[in-house]
C-alpha cells in the first residue's frame, strides 16, 4: 500500500518534535521518530485495521510514551494518507481544526 502525507502533517509533526526535543532526551526523540517510521512501515504493509478506529474512515495510534496520536486514513485499496500528529495535551476541539 501506497502511504502519502497531508499538507499538515509536516508541520505538525515538526511542532511535536520540537516540543518533545525540549523535555525529552536525544534518544527519547530518537524513539519516537522510529516509532513513526515503523506505523508507516506497518501501513505500507496493510496493517490498517489493527489501529484504533477514531471516526469511522479515520484510525489512529498513540505513539511517543502515548503522549502524541498520529491520525490517518485509507483513501482506497492502494492509498492511505498520515493526515497529522497531535500532543494529547492539548484542546481536543483542535483536532477537529486542523483536520478542516
Do not use: C
Not at 511535536?16 to 532526551?25: D, G, I, S, Y
Not at 501501513?43 to 478506529?53: A, C, I, S
Not at 485509507?74 to 497531535?86: A, D, R, V, W
Amino acid at each position: 500500500m501506497q502511504v502519502e502525507f497531508s499538507k499538515i502533517v509536516e508541520q505538525t509533526l515538526t511542532e511535536n518534535v520540537e516540543f518533545l526535543k525540549k523535555v525529552w532526551t536525544n534518544r527519547e526523540v530518537i524513539i519516537f521518530l522510529e516509532d513513526v517510521k515503523k506505523i508507516a512501515n506497518d501501513l505500507e504493509d496493510g496493517k490498517y485495521l489493527q489501529f484504533q478506529r477514531s471516526t469511522r474512515n479515520i484510525r489512529s495510534v498513540l505513539i511517543g510514551k502515548k503522549h502524541v496520536r498520529m491520525f490517518f486514513r485509507k483513501e482506497n485499496e492502494t492509498k492511505i494518507i498520515i493526515l497529522l500528529f497531535f500532543d494529547m495535551r492539548q484542546n481536543p476541539q483542535k483536532i477537529l481544526d486542523l483536520l478542516k
